[in-house]
C-alpha cells in the first residue's frame, strides 16, 4: 500500500497544512497487519507508526511527545503507556485506528495542522498539534474532543478516537485535539481555542454546521472544555466566536464556574481517586445554584479514567451525553 497524496490548503489565517492520504495497491501486509490494511490487537507499534494511513502523523496518535517508543509493543498492551486511565480496551482502540484507516483509503482528509508554519516556527512545540477530523453527515453540528493525561501526555487512543467514533455514528461531527503536552492546562487550553477557531473559519471546506457545537474532555481534557465554557474563546486566544452549545465533561476536580457556563453533561466513577465524586458534585451543585442545566452521572465500581466504559456500568454514555447534546440544538436537526 502507498500513501499517494499531499495537499496543502489555504485557510484565512494563513497556510495549514492538510494530510489527505489516498491508500491504494496491493502490497503484502506484514502479519500482523490484515490484507485490508487494518490494524489488529496483535499488531505492533511500528505498524501504527508506519501506517500509510498515518504517514507523517503517526506520533501524534500516541500519547507521549518526544519519547522513544518500544516498537515491538503489541496493542494488546496499549494501556501500559496510559498510566493514569483504566479499562483500556485494545479492541476498541484498534477499531477507532481502523476508522482511521478507511477514510484515509476513501480519500477523506484525516488531520488537520491548527497553526501556520511561521507560528510553529516561533513556538516549535505547536508542530505537536493538530485535530483529527471522523466525518458525520455534511453539515451536522461538530464536537471537539480534549483527551486527557494529566497535561503529560495526551490518551487520545483511549477517550479521544473512541468517543469521535461514537459521534459521528450518531451523524455529528466530530474532531479529536492534539495539544502540547507538558506545559500546563493553559497552554493545552490555548491549543483547544485555536482548533476551534480553525474549525469556524474553515466550517464551509469541513462541511460542518457551526450553530450548536459540543466540548467534550476528560480528566485534563475536561478541565479545558469547562474553561472555555465558562470564559470563552477569547479569553484563551481564540477568535471571538460563540461558547459551546453543550459541555460534556468526565471525571474531573475542576471548580471554576460561572452563571454564563453552558448546559453541562457530567460523569464520574465512584471510586475515582483522582476527581473524587464529591468534588465534582459541589461543582453541579454550583453550576444548578447558578441556573445552569446539569446532568450527573456516577458510575458504578468505576475510578479514574474509564474512557467509553465499555462492558462496564458506564458503557453508553456518550450515547447519552450525545442525547443531552441534541436538546440544546436548534430545533430541525
Known amino acids: 500500500m502507498r500513501a499517494d497524496q499531499t495537499v496543502r490548503v489555504a485557510a484565512k489565517s494563513g497556510l495549514v497544512v492538510v494530510l489527505a492520504l489516498t491508500l491504494c495497491g496491493g502490497a503484502a501486509a506484514e502479519t500482523s497487519r490484515r490484507v485490508d490494511g487494518h490494524l489488529n490487537v496483535d499488531s505492533r507499534l511500528r505498524d501504527v507508526l508506519r501506517h500509510p494511513a498515518f504517514e507523517r502523523v503517526g506520533r501524534l496518535l500516541l500519547p507521549w511527545d518526544g519519547r ?38 476513501n480519500g477523506r482528509t484525516i488531520f488537520y495542522e491548527i497553526y501556520a508554519d511561521a507560528q510553529k516556527r516561533d513556538e516549535p512545540a505547536k508542530a505537536h498539534t493538530g485535530v483529527f477530523f471522523f466525518r458525520g453527515k455534511p453539515g451536522a453540528p461538530f464536537a471537539v474532543i480534549a483527551p486527557g493525561g494529566g497535561f503529560a501526555y495526551v490518551g487520545s487512543v483511549h477517550e479521544g478516537f473512541p468517543y469521535a467514533v461514537e459521534i459521528s455514528r450518531q451523524g455529528y461531527n466530530a474532531f479529536v485535539l492534539k495539544y502540547r503536552a507538558g506545559y500546563g492546562e493553559r497552554v493545552a487550553t490555548q491549543d483547544l481555542a485555536a482548533a476551534i477557531s480553525f474549525v469556524f473559519r474553515n466550517a464551509e471546506a469541513l462541511g460542518v454546521g457551526t450553530g450548536a457545537y459540543s466540548l467534550w474532555g476528560s480528566s485534563a481534557g475536561a478541565r479545558m472544555v469547562a474553561a472555555i465554557g465558562t470564559h470563552g474563546l477569547a479569553a484563551f486566544g481564540g477568535d471571538d466566536r460563540p461558547r459551546p452549545a453543550t459541555v460534556v465533561m468526565a471525571y474531573t476536580a475542576h471548580s471554576d464556574h460561572s452563571s454564563v457556563d453552558p448546559p453541562t453533561f457530567a460523569v464520574v466513577g465512584e471510586n475515582d481517586g483522582i476527581a473524587p465524586p464529591a468534588t465534582m458534585e459541589r461543582r453541579v451543585t454550583a453550576l444548578r445554584r447558578a441556573g445552569v442545566e446539569v446532568e450527573y452521572r456516577k458510575f458504578s465500581a468505576l475510578g479514574h479514567g474509564f474512557g467509553l466504559g465499555t462492558g462496564t456500568s458506564a458503557d453508553g454514555w456518550v450515547v447519552e451525553a450525545t442525547r443531552f447534546w441534541e436538546k440544546f440544538m436548534p430545533r430541525g436537526r
Open 68 to 105: 522513544t517508543y518500544d516498537e515491538d509493543l503489541r496493542l494488546s498492551e496499549i494501556g501500559s503507556l496510559l498510566p493514569y486511565h483504566t479499562h483500556v480496551l485494545p479492541a476498541v482502540v484498534v477499531g477507532a485506528l481502523n476508522r482511521m484507516i478507511d477514510d484515509a483509503r
